[in-house]
């Protein structure tokens, strides 16, 4: 049965998508299958970030809706046939009810030729994002080393511990000094102790990084990003690796 990571933010922009798009190539450069989830039913990035906006047919609101079932959901990257995707909606639809919800995080159970799935959860409904860590094997939160998102990410944090026990880490991103000191941040340790999640990963600022979630090909080529992930990669695995900004 494929491992189950999900990764969020208490705050839009902080970089889930590059996140999922890192780990899902470290797991395919080590041979793994991966499916990344595009959960949310505003915004559609992962065809354009894969390169294969032409492939899509259907996308995870046609499948909440049983306009067609979840393996004819799932698109495999032009480029990498270790990755494939389900591609978000770019509507929002009423007509989806938690019960629909429920119904496919229950069929990822039957997607038994993925090693990994990762579900990158674009969504602000925290009852659906407790659904998700029902299934979920770890949680990945993303913060970046700002004041707002370092709140938010603590509330939704202490929110979701409220509710159940979370197999969560916390990965710290677009780390940079003078961001740091503007926000008045003493350091790391700080954001670590406000969210309360143990660290499994730092990414330093780059303008290379921001451009990640335009096109997966990119990110192929930057050395340094594909040593950050596969160091959080490893750490997934249990490896210990020491926890550094590079």
């Known amino acids: 049965m494929a491992k189950i990571i999900m990764i969020c933010s208490g705050k839009s922009g902080t970089g889930k998508t590059t996140c999922a798009l890192g780990i899902g190539e470290f797991f395919s450069n080590i041979k793994k299958k991966v499916l990344i989830i595009e959960f949310s039913l505003s915004n559609m990035s992962l065809d354009i970030c894969l390169a294969s906006q032409n492939k899509v047919v259907f996308n995870i609101a046609d499948i909440f809706l049983n306009n067609c079932d979840i393996h004819q959901g799932i698109i495999t990257s032009e480029d990498d ?9 770019n509507n929002i639809y009423s007509e989806i009810d938690y019960i629909k919800y429920k119904k496919f995080l229950n069929s990822l159970k039957t997607l038994d030729y993925f090693d ?15 659904y998700i860590l029902d299934i979920s094997d ?25 509710m159940k026990n979370i197999n ?3 990965i710290i991103n677009k780390v940079e000094s003078e961001i740091l000191k503007l926000e008045k941040i003493p350091d790391l340790d700080f954001i670590i102790d406000n969210i309360c999640l143990q660290l499994i990963g730092v990414i330093s600022y780059r303008k290379k990084f921001a451009k990640t979630a335009i096109n997966k090909q990119i990110l192929d080529k930057d050395r340094l990003a594909l040593k950050i992930f596969d160091n959080i990669g ?5 490896d210990e690796i020491p926890l550094k900004i590079i």
């Open 138 to 162: 770890l949680n990945l939160f993303i913060t970046s080393c700002d004041s707002v998102s370092i709140r938010e990410n603590s509330r939704l944090v202490s929110r979701l511990k409220e």
């Open 81 to 89: 046939e270790n990755i494939s995707f389900i591609s978000g909606a």
């Open 116 to 130: 990994y799935i990762i579900i990158d959860f674009c969504m602000e409904d925290i009852e659906i994002l407790g």
């Open 168 to 170: 969560g880490r916390l």
């Open 234 to 238: 490893r750490r997934i695995l249990g």
